[in-house]
């Protein structure tokens, strides 16, 4: 019975052994035919394996112009996966993809929430053992907008760029 006390042990190495991160990013956003404007973003994250990671990202932009004209302010939360290309190098690219939620408020449309997706892919390079700087390239997809009538539903297409310093612990 004493050989099986260190089998009991082995849970508690996993959940150690997991890595945190939380990201804060910083960007501008190119919404198709609209206007360009900020993107301000958090992610929380956990380590499933050594190249995959799953996380929360929180954001916020705007979604300007167009024909017809919109001024819409889009709050996001989406699931994410990524997956790391070179989890252990100096230069860490990684791709994934998120799907979720996004709550819109603003002039020209009447839709109050509507489902978001993204696909993005960036690098990561390490400042110091337990922090990164990113650079971040994303496609976040807006489905089912629906105009100022009400009548027509949209996808509003936005692309954007980031930067981000990276937490580890």
Same mark, same amino acid.
């Given at each position: 019975?004493? =050989?099986?006390?260190?089998?009991? /042990? /082995?849970? @508690? %190495?996993?959940? %150690?052994?997991?890595?945190?991160?939380?990201?804060?990013?910083?960007?501008?956003?190119?919404?198709?035919?609209?206007?360009?404007? =900020?993107?301000?973003?958090?992610?929380?994250?956990?380590?499933?394996?050594?190249?995959?990671?799953?996380?929360?990202? /929180?954001?916020?932009?705007?979604? !300007? *112009?167009?024909?017809?004209?919109?001024?819409?302010?889009?709050?996001? %939360? @989406? %699931?994410?996966?990524?997956?790391?290309?070179?989890?252990? &190098?100096? !230069?860490?690219?990684?791709? *994934?993809? *998120?799907? &979720?939620?996004?709550?819109?408020?603003?002039?020209? +449309?009447? =839709?109050?929430?509507?489902?978001?997706?993204?696909?993005?892919?960036?690098?990561?390079?390490?400042?110091?053992?337990?922090?990164?700087?990113?650079?971040?390239?994303?496609?976040?997809?807006? !489905?089912?907008?629906?105009? +100022?009538?009400?009548?027509?539903?949209?996808? @509003?297409?936005?692309? =954007?760029?980031?930067?981000?310093?990276? /937490?580890?612990?």
């Amino acid at each position: 019975m004493k =050989s099986l006390r260190p089998l009991l /042990l /082995l849970p @508690l %190495a996993a959940v %150690a052994a997991q890595a945190y991160t939380l990201e804060l990013e910083l960007g501008k956003s190119h919404p198709t035919g609209h206007q360009d404007s =900020s993107v301000v973003g958090l992610t929380i994250a956990t380590q499933v394996n050594e190249a995959f990671s799953v996380g929360l990202n /929180l954001n916020s932009r705007g979604l !300007i *112009g167009g024909t017809p004209a919109i001024d819409l302010d889009a709050r996001t %939360a @989406l %699931a994410e996966l990524t997956y790391d290309l070179n989890a252990r &190098g100096g !230069i860490r690219p990684f791709v *994934g993809a *998120g799907v &979720g939620y996004s709550w819109l408020s603003g002039i020209g +449309s009447t =839709s109050k929430s509507v489902l978001a997706t993204d696909v993005f892919a960036g690098v990561r390079f390490a400042l110091s053992e337990n922090l990164d700087i990113g650079f971040t390239m994303k496609n976040t997809q807006f !489905i089912g907008v629906k105009n +100022s009538s009400g009548s027509t539903k949209n996808t @509003l297409s936005d692309w =954007s760029q980031s930067v981000s310093l990276r /937490l580890k612990f």
